[in-house]
């Protein structure tokens, strides 16, 4: 592996990060926090280490191959998340290292699982960066590199497929960085058009900001402790709708810019996606209507819930850890598939889902007619086995893999239903789980050991498993290949 | 610029590579997925899998909005109609691969006036050309011509006991008498843009610009002028064996083929005149021995096997044959080759890069003074391109040695009418001259662009 490369790129990257720490810092000198010098030493440090790593691996080849893509993902994203628990620390806002690196996690992977149980005491300056780590985590932190500035490398596609999720990722455009930017701008403006549409619901700017965010890069950390309940439901409704929108493949938006409608519409997993939200927000009013005063109520407050667990962003507007269990049961369903591939939502995405039913489908099919010939389609075009051995593959390891953590969490002392949603919401990178860890609760009870395979869940979760994989197994790095 | 590119086989795919290189925006449809995927993992192109001739997979990969669409599929037939699609779908240019002999006559013409093709490329034709000039001139590795044949740019390799070896060059220029310039020196992997003081050392490859009489005169001081060759020996009988015997006999020679195959043997017989049609393995020594390769003036291996090429090319060298010019299409394979002594290598996918590269630079730079033709040398690593003056500019009327020029570029000669001027800091460029610039490290559209 051309180990040089790898940690060059990241160590650029790290440059990325105290940039990003821009807005945190404004925000915290705007108010007259004092959690501005915090800040200020973690994008030194950040600006360091990153100009020593890049001193001490200066690559002599610059060509990458997947196998490096993997690796520059993931250990960009380990970085990042290691350096931006630092202002948390120093501050001592979060005392506990492991507990700031959480949280981090957390934001950066867009879970927006907390260990916070006091959010409104928190600096306005953090919550700030806590809350802008979802929406750089959302689009993908490289992709942002790839957006502004050119690499040194022709094969940045390698990067590009290992950090956005989903089967099959393609460009919008010839050049990679073309395609980043083009991504980059309609999230962009998609989010400012929420903060606007916030705005004038009487949000602050502020909280404007942090919502959006959260919604953006479908996060859900929220700056008050009771999520979304105690806005209007105008404001409830303008979230519940951008969850929606940012739970959407973004190069269908791309293709509606450049007017191929016809390709929006008669798009699968479009389809597949609305008619799965519609099917849940009605299941779940009906079931939820007695515990409400009006139906509009219950259709908001299933609605809200809905988006924000199918869309993988956490927020709440009620708790539905007091639901019936037919409604809870759903969510833990829709936990799991998430939302279309291609948008900044987490979970196996809907297209993997639809492909894996599809897939079984014709296995079925087969042994009833052990010589049929058939081929399995999405969005019009026939699958290559390639791709559908590959959904199936991920569909395994994603099983195993959430076995996995929730053997190693299980000498937790919460419930059964804690612990397993807890694997959920962190793997699926959508937050809020059931019980302890439900809207109401927070992951604070969790050990330190248990704190940091839920981090690595997340991770997991968040670059679809293989990028963090890859980056522990020590074959990959060995210099022979 | 946005380039679409339709067929990614050998020759395509190398298009590719050199147009992606180049900074175009280039989208690739083929019909096989490996294909795709292959090149975008490498290049930073996008890739579109389907038929070239099917609308849909034609406006996915954007022809209708392309500056240029270029068709290089296997299929004379396919690549005429995907670029008429194109064309009509909007596509600003066309250029389509049509290497047939058969519509390569009159009818092209025709087909390309209809067709609203922007050029017809034959890298098979464009091959035996570049076989053509180099038997003419066999003292040259290879040969570079410019638009009206009085400048040529010649490339060879310093023996131990050439003259030149050891000298400076404003030595050697003192020395010979002969209007000539050395333009480009490439030693192991590096490639120079020489100075007066670049001293030469032996096993040199050199570029060297003069007209064909000086070029002649010269090599005749430093007695290695080889006589045109006039008998060959072509191995294998494809379209390009087929071009070069058929220029070979307009000029009166004779050129003999190999050909395993019966009926290819059949077909190029009924096609070609005084040719001699072998039927028979070329690999076997005992039939090329037969044959006359001890004789021949020069060996020209063609063979769809580029490991058989070279490995003939060398037997041919032992057998002492004066000339041995291989045909390589990889890239890899070029280099190794030099290496084991095979220096006459023509590749079909580099000249056919060449051109489109050419072809996408002059797009580009339709204002001013545009390259008008595009040599990639010494293993691309720099450039001989020529630029028509079109008009009164920085570098009109001005003697050449106040003009800055930017690193590692070299004038390299100037044609006016039918006069070529080896420059010197004393000439001056005038509206109308073609200008021979040697370039490395440069990306040059435009004549302006040598400037600092």
């Keep these: 592996m051309n180990r040089k490369m ?11 990060e105290a940039v990003l720490l821009l807005l945190p810092l404004v925000t915290a000198l705007w108010y007259r926090e004092s959690c501005a010098y915090p800040i200020l030493i973690t994008m030194a440090a950040a600006v360091l280490a990153g100009l020593l790593i890049m001193a001490v691996s200066k690559p002599k080849d610059t060509v990458i191959y997947s196998r490096e893509g993997f690796v520059i993902t993931a250990l960009t994203w380990v970085m990042f998340s290691l350096i931006g628990a630092l202002p948390f620390v120093i501050s001592r806002e979060i005392p506990s290292y492991t507990d700031a690196f959480f949280e981090t996690v957390s934001g950066f992977t867009t879970t927006g699982a907390s260990i916070l149980t006091d959010v409104e005491s928190m600096s306005r300056g953090l919550l700030m960066w806590r809350s802008f780590t979802h929406w750089v985590g959302g689009m993908g932190i490289l992709v942002m590199v ?14 590009m497929r290992a950090e956005m999720p989903g089967p099959v990722v393609g460009k919008l455009v010839p050049r990679v960085r073309q395609t980043a930017k083009i991504l980059y701008i309609i999230y962009f403006i998609l989010t400012v058009l929420e903060i606007i549409l916030l705005l004038a619901g009487g949000m602050s700017v502020f909280e404007s ?18 999520s979304m309940a105690g806005f209007s439901p105008y404001l409830q409704w ?118 894996l039913f599809k897939a079984v489908r014709r296995e079925l099919k087969k042994m009833l007619h052990p010589r049929s010939v058939s081929s399995v389609k999405f969005e019009g075009k026939p699958l290559e086995d390639g791709t559908i051995s590959g959904v199936s593959t991920y569909f395994a390891v994603y099983v195993a893999m959430i076995f996995a953590i929730f053997l190693l969490i299980s000498f937790e002392p919460f419930d059964f239903e804690t612990r397993f949603t807890s694997v959920l919401a962190c793997f699926n990178n959508v937050g809020p789980g059931l019980g302890a860890v439900g809207p109401a609760g927070s992951f604070a009870g969790y050990s330190g050991f248990s704190k940091v395979v839920l981090s690595v869940a997340m991770l997991l979760g968040r670059l679809e498993i293989y990028p963090v994989l890859f980056a522990l197994s020590p074959s990959v790095w060995t210099k022979k290949n | 610029m946005k380039i679409v590119i339709a067929g990614c086989g050998k020759i395509g795919s190398s298009v590719l590579a050199s147009l992606a290189a180049e900074g175009h925006d280039v989208t690739a449809i083929d019909k096989k997925s490996e294909v795709i995927s292959e090149l975008t993992n490498v ?105 009206r044949r009085n400048l040529e740019m010649i490339e060879f390799r310093l023996g131990d006991d050439s003259d030149l070896v050891g000298k400076n060059l404003l030595e050697i220029r003192k020395k010979y008498d002969a209007q000539f310039l050395i333009c480009a020196v490439q030693r192991g992997e590096e490639v120079f843009i020489p100075n007066g003081l670049f001293r030469l050392e032996a096993g040199d490859k050199i570029g060297l610009t003069a007209s064909l009489p000086e070029m002649q005169k010269l090599l005749k001081m430093l007695n290695s002028l080889q006589r045109q060759a006039r008998k060959i020996l072509i191995l294998g009988g494809s379209k390009t064996a087929f071009y070069l015997a058929k220029m070979f006999e307009s000029s009166g020679n004779s050129a003999k083929i190999i050909e395993q195959d019966e009926q290819r043997c059949t077909e190029l017989a009924s096609a070609l005149s005084t040719s001699t049609v072998i039927h028979g393995n070329g690999a076997e020594q005992e039939l090329l021995m037969e044959e006359g390769l001890g004789s021949c003036d ?27 010019i291989v045909k390589i299409n990889r890239d890899e394979l070029v280099a190794l080759a030099h290496k084991i002594g095979i220096d006459s290598v023509v590749s079909p996918k580099e000249i056919t890069s060449n051109i489109l590269v050419q072809y996408a630079r002059a797009l580009e730079n339709s204002s001013g003074s545009a390259v008008e033709t595009l040599y990639k040398i010494f ?28 690193p590692n570029i070299l004038l390299g000669g100037i044609m006016r009418g039918r006069k070529t001027v080896i420059p010197s800091g004393s000439d001056t460029i005038l509206p109308g001259d073609r200008v021979v610039v040697i370039s490395s490290n440069n990306r040059l559209g435009d004549i302006l662009d040598i400037l600092a």
């Design chain 1, 6 to 16: 790898v940690f060059y790129t990241c160590g650029r990257m790290l440059h990325l």
């Design chain 1, 146 to 159: 790839m957006a502004v500035a050119p690499m040194s490398t022709d094969r940045t596609i390698h990067i």
């Design chain 1, 209 to 226: 900001m942090i919502y959006a965010f959260g919604t953006a890069g479908t996060g859900g950390f929220g700056c008050y402790a009771d």
């Design chain 1, 238 to 355: 303008v979230v519940t709708a951008f969850m929606f929108i940012f739970g959407i493949n973004f190069n269908l938006y791309y293709l509606a810019l450049i007017r191929r409608f016809k390709a929006v519409f008669s798009s699968e997993e479009l389809w597949t996606y609305v008619g799965i939200v519609l099917l849940s927000v009605c299941a779940i009013a009906l079931n939820i209507r007695g515990m409400y005063e009006t139906a509009g109520e219950a259709v908001r407050n299933s609605a809200f819930q809905v988006m924000s667990i199918v869309s993988t962003s956490g927020f709440a507007t009620a708790d539905f850890n007091l639901w019936p269990d037919f409604s809870k049961t759903i969510l833990v369903i829709l936990m799991m598939i998430g939302a279309c591939a291609g948008s900044t939502a987490g979970g196996l995405k809907v297209s993997r889902a639809v492909m």
């Design chain 2, 43 to 147: 290049y930073d192109v996008m890739g579109v899998c389907g038929n070239a001739v099917d609308c849909d997979t034609l406006s996915e990969a954007g022809a209708g909005d392309s500056g240029l669409f270029v068709a290089m599929t296997e299929s004379d037939e396919l690549n005429m109609l995907s670029c008429f699609l194109a064309k009509k779908m909007g596509a600003k240019n066309t250029i389509a691969r049509i290497r047939n002999p058969e519509y390569n006559d009159s009818s092209l013409s025709f087909l390309r006036q209809h067709l609203e093709l922007s050029m017809a490329i034959n890298p098979e034709l464009r091959s035996a050309q570049e076989l053509y000039n180099i038997l003419k001139f066999p003292s040259a590795l290879k040969i570079e011509t410019f638009s």
């Design chain 2, 298 to 324: 020069a060996f020209v291996a063609l063979t769809g096997m580029d490991e058989e090429n070279i490995l003939l090319g060398i037997f041919a060298s032992q057998m002492n044959v004066p000339k041995t």
């Design chain 2, 379 to 406: 293993d691309g690593k720099a450039e001989a391109l020529e630029f028509r003056i079109t008009g009164e500019s920085r570098l009109t009327g001005v003697p050449l040695k106040e003009i800055k020029l930017k």
